[in-house]
C-alpha cells in the first residue's frame, strides 16, 4: 500500500519516537534542538506500512530544518500499550582481535605444501 508524504507523516506521528522522544503528533527532532528532515528509522517502522520502506522525509509544512516545535497530538493516535517495546533493525559487525584471522586463505601462496 503507497502511502502519500503526508499520510506516511501522520501515521508515523501517531507513535512517540524511541529515538529523540518526540511526543505523539510531532515530528522527529535533531540533537541540536530542530526539526529533523527525516523521521527516525525506529519511529516509521512503528507503521507497517511503511516497514520497508528505508526512510521517511518529513513534510514541508512541518518545517524542516527550522526550530522545533511540539505540535498537538491527532484524536485518531493509538492507544499506548504499556510493556511494548519498538523492534530494533540493524546489523552488527563482529572483528576479530587477530587482524590475520580475517585474512582469506586461498590460493597457492596461501597453502603450506
Same mark, same amino acid.
Given at each position: 500500500?503507497? %502511502?502519500? +508524504?503526508?499520510q ?7 507513535? =512517540? ?9 510531532? +515530528? ?17 517502522? %512503528?507503521v /507497517?506500512? %511503511? ?5 521517511? /522525509?518529513?513534510?514541508? &509544512? ?7 516545535? @511540539? $505540535?498537538?497530538?491527532? &484524536?485518531?493516535?493509538? @492507544?499506548?500499550?504499556?510493556?511494548? *517495546? +519498538?523492534?530494533? @533493525?540493524? *546489523? $552488527?559487525?563482529?572483528?576479530?582481535? =587477530?587482524?590475520?584471522?580475517?585474512? +582469506? ?7 603450506? %605444501?
Amino acid at each position: 500500500m503507497e %502511502l502519500t +508524504p503526508d499520510q506516511a507523516a501522520n501515521a508515523t506521528e501517531r507513535h =512517540d519516537c524511541p529515538k529523540c522522544g518526540a511526543p505523539v503528533g510531532s +515530528p522527529c527532532r535533531t540533537r541540536g534542538g530542530k526539526t529533523a528532515f527525516k523521521y527516525h528509522t525506529a519511529c516509521f517502522t %512503528l507503521v /507497517a506500512a %511503511l516497514r520497508e520502506d528505508l526512510d521517511v /522525509a518529513v513534510p514541508d &509544512d512541518r518545517g524542516p530544518g527550522k526550530a522545533w516545535m @511540539i $505540535r498537538p497530538a491527532a &484524536d485518531d493516535a493509538p @492507544i499506548r500499550v504499556e510493556g511494548a *517495546v +519498538p523492534i530494533r @533493525i540493524g *546489523v $552488527r559487525q563482529v572483528f576479530d582481535r =587477530d587482524p590475520g584471522a580475517c585474512q +582469506p586463505t586461498g590460493g597457492a601462496e596461501g597453502r603450506a %605444501l
